[in-house]
């Protein structure tokens, strides 16, 4: 079982930076990808940003590539997310989501299907 709490979001004006913290309890969190997805009112909930089990390989959707950064520290059970040159459109509920890999492969899965665990979200709202 692994517990996931998101920590960090606001309010921010367009072009401001926030940076996202989710926690996790559980012995094995370097078992884990991890992932965060984001959901804005009225649409699907998606991808943001994913990174492996060491930290070695990321993966961004295009849509925040260059302007976020995802990050984990295994010693503290902890993953971040960078946001900086925020726009209105990254508004969202952002999610921290866990995908236990079962190999050392650097497994990266943009699915939400894949993840086993959930956080309760924090709201991120941008303004113009």
């Known amino acids: 079982q692994v517990h996931l709490v998101e920590s960090g979001g606001g309010l921010v004006q367009a072009g401001g930076s926030l940076r996202l913290s989710c926690a996790a309890s559980g012995r094995t969190f370097s078992s884990y990808a991890m992932g965060w997805f984001r959901q804005a009112?009225?649409?699907?909930?998606?991808?943001?940003?994913?990174?492996?089990?060491?930290?070695?390989?990321?993966y961004y959707a295009d849509s925040v590539k260059g302007r976020f950064t995802i990050s984990r520290d295994n010693a503290k059970n902890a993953v971040y997310l960078q946001m900086n040159s925020l726009k209105p459109e990254d508004t969202?509920?952002?999610?921290?989501?866990?995908?236990?890999?079962?190999?050392?492969?650097?497994?990266?899965?943009?699915?939400?299907?894949?993840?086993?665990?959930?956080?309760?979200?924090?709201?991120?709202?941008?303004?113009?």
Do not use: L, N
């Open 41 to 58: 009112p009225g649409k699907e909930r998606d991808v943001v940003a994913v990174i492996t089990r060491s930290g070695g390989t990321t």
């Open 92 to 128: 969202a509920v952002y999610y921290c989501a866990a995908d236990y890999i079962d190999s050392t492969a650097q497994t990266i899965h943009v699915s939400e299907s894949k993840y086993d665990y959930w956080g309760q979200g924090t709201q991120v709202t941008v303004s113009s």
